[in-house]
């Protein structure tokens, strides 16, 4: 079987999902990236359209909040509706059997509906919960199961279906053109009959008995393999514990935020601090740091992990669950994985 893959271009997505797309290839299927620049050299197909994602990442980089998440559902789905018109004509000169998406990449799906092909999603991110059972993921809310905490729930997930449909419109038009009838106000619709996986650890998730029996939590993909080489000044750590910080692929390009972990951790002499800044921010902006911190563009994560210093301890997680009443909350994004 010949799957494709969709996610992303971003490289904290294209890192898991490239490690699932090498563990099925070892596995005897062949695997293809669409609309990848590649990643641990897989095969790999461009779209014929622009790149809405990279090409507006130093805007939304600087953006925080609720303009931030407008933002990038505007740009998902923009590259959402490019992806659905070309997809039939890449699955078919590519030989395609059945594609694996990001849930991120909202409404992908409907172009496996329209060419009757099986697919699967992955949450490269954390999932998005659509029952009302626990809070939506893009809302810091406690987990509670009182009527009011569920009543609130729901109204999280209408409040997203709303910003949704606010501005699918090219979507919705691409679909009634080709035949497709969808169900914009449930968003779990397009839930893939097949399989739906997160990355998030069952033990890190809230608890809930709600899950269909097509949903699995998996844990981090990851394998090491694939990544690209990062310089990195080994000889600058200390053996002090060790805290690390990025804030991911996107929302990297706010200085106040990095300024202000710079000087948390510099009132703490016994710790070093690796901060890996990204792209869009010259490391010169963050201004005077203190010795025991390392500020890099990038970090070869695992290398870091794999010196023995302690990148994670349990009573972090915890400290944040008291802070947001959740464990969803304390899980990293696959970025910082």
């Known amino acids: 079987m ?6 992303l271009d971003l490289q904290g997505h294209l890192n898991a999902m490239s490690s699932l797309a090498l563990q099925l290839q070892a596995r005897n299927h062949e695997v293809v990236l669409l609309y990848s620049s590649g990643a641990a050299g897989l095969p790999f197909v461009r779209g014929p359209e622009k790149d809405h994602i990279n090409e507006n990442l ?19 789905l923009t590259q959402t509706e490019a992806i659905l018109k070309s997809l039939p004509a890449i699955v078919q000169a590519n030989r395609i059997d059945a594609l ?24 490269n991110a954390v999932h998005f919960d659509y029952s009302g059972y626990t809070p939506l993921c893009c809302y810091g809310w406690p987990h509670e199961t009182t009527p009011a905490a569920l009543a609130r729930n729901r109204e999280g997930v209408a409040k997203w279906t709303n910003l949704l449909n606010s501005v699918n419109g090219g979507i919705k038009a691409h679909a009634e053109s080709i035949g497709l009838k969808i169900d ?6 397009t839930f893939p009959p097949l399989a739906s996986i997160t990355q998030v650890p069952q033990a890190f998730d809230f608890e809930s008995s709600h899950w269909p029996s097509q949903f699995h939590h998996t844990g981090p993909f990851h394998n090491g393999k694939g990544r690209e080489n990062v310089d990195f000044p080994w000889e600058r750590l200390t053996g002090e514990p ?31 601090l690796v901060i890996s800044i990204g792209d869009q921010i010259d490391p010169k902006r ?21 010196t023995g210093h302690s990148l994670y ?22 970025d910082n994985l």
């Open 2 to 7: 010949k799957l494709g893959f969709i996610c």
């Open 58 to 76: 130093p805007e939304v980089s600087k953006k925080q909040g609720e303009d931030a998440l407008q933002f990038s559902v505007r740009m998902l």
């Open 100 to 123: 694996i998406i990001d849930t991120v990449q909202f409404y992908a799906e409907l172009g496996a509906t329209q060419l009757g092909m099986p697919y699967v999603h992955v949450a």
């Open 184 to 189: 914009w106000n449930s968003l779990a619709s």
């Open 242 to 272: 060790l805290v690390y910080a990025s804030m991911g692929t996107i929302l990297n390009g706010q200085v106040d935020v990095f300024r202000t972990i710079v000087a948390a951790v510099a009132k703490n002499k016994n710790l070093q």
């Open 286 to 306: 963050i201004g005077p740091v203190p010795n025991n911190a390392i500020v890099v563009k990038r970090a070869p994560q695992f290398g870091v992990a794999e």
């Open 313 to 334: 301890h349990p009573c972090w997680a915890e400290h944040r669950a008291r802070i947001f009443g959740t464990r969803r909350s304390a899980i990293s994004h696959p």
